[in-house]
């Protein structure tokens, strides 16, 4: 039997790097428990306004955040936050594949204009690996706001 999995990340303000991570994947912000956020409404604020009502102080609304895939076929991604700067490497990162089915340079100008569009985003450029065939396709190494490395693949 195959498992479901959430990929947690340890980070500052896990409501900007939940919405960038929104942004690069096409994910969104699921609402509230209990609540039913209209289409086409913010779900930050639906989650504002149920913090408010609850009565979690205004200092505690940014300690958590979850993005989901809208079609439910990816990895929910949770971020929390940490006291702590990032220390190093990280041991696990995403590849996010940009550019399927593409080959050679054709995919490499893809890669490239998707490394554009996240830079925008705030992501940082690392490294253009060229392809390497038979064994590498080529990739580019980024990182996310908060320095987490991650490959467009």
């Known amino acids: 039997m195959s498992r479901h999995i959430q990929v947690t990340f340890d980070a500052h303000d896990p409501r900007a790097l939940s919405s960038f991570w929104r942004d690069v994947l096409g994910y969104v912000h699921p609402g509230p428990p209990?609540?039913?956020v209209p289409e086409g409404a913010d779900p930050l604020a639906a989650w504002d306004d149920f913090l408010t009502r609850i009565g979690v102080p205004e200092e505690r609304r940014n300690t958590h955040s979850a993005v989901?895939?809208?079609?439910?076929?990816?990895?929910?991604?949770?971020f929390q936050q940490v006291p702590e700067d990032k220390a190093g490497k990280?041991?696990?990162?995403?590849d996010v594949r940009a550019a399927p089915g593409l080959e050679g340079e054709e995919r490499m100008t893809a890669l490239e204009a998707e490394c554009a569009r996240l830079v925008t985003l705030g992501a940082a450029r690392v490294r253009r690996d060229e392809p390497a065939?038979?064994?590498?396709?080529?990739?580019?190494?980024?990182?996310d706001p908060e320095g987490n490395e991650f490959?467009?693949?």
Do not use: A, K, Q, W
Not at 90 to 94: E, G, I, Q, W
Not at 133 to 143: F, W
């Open 34 to 36: 209990g609540v039913e």
């Open 68 to 78: 989901e895939d809208p079609d439910g076929r990816g990895p929910r991604l949770f």
């Open 90 to 94: 990280n041991r696990v990162h995403l």
């Open 133 to 143: 065939p038979p064994l590498s396709t080529g990739y580019i190494v980024m990182t």
């Open 151 to 153: 490959c467009l693949d």
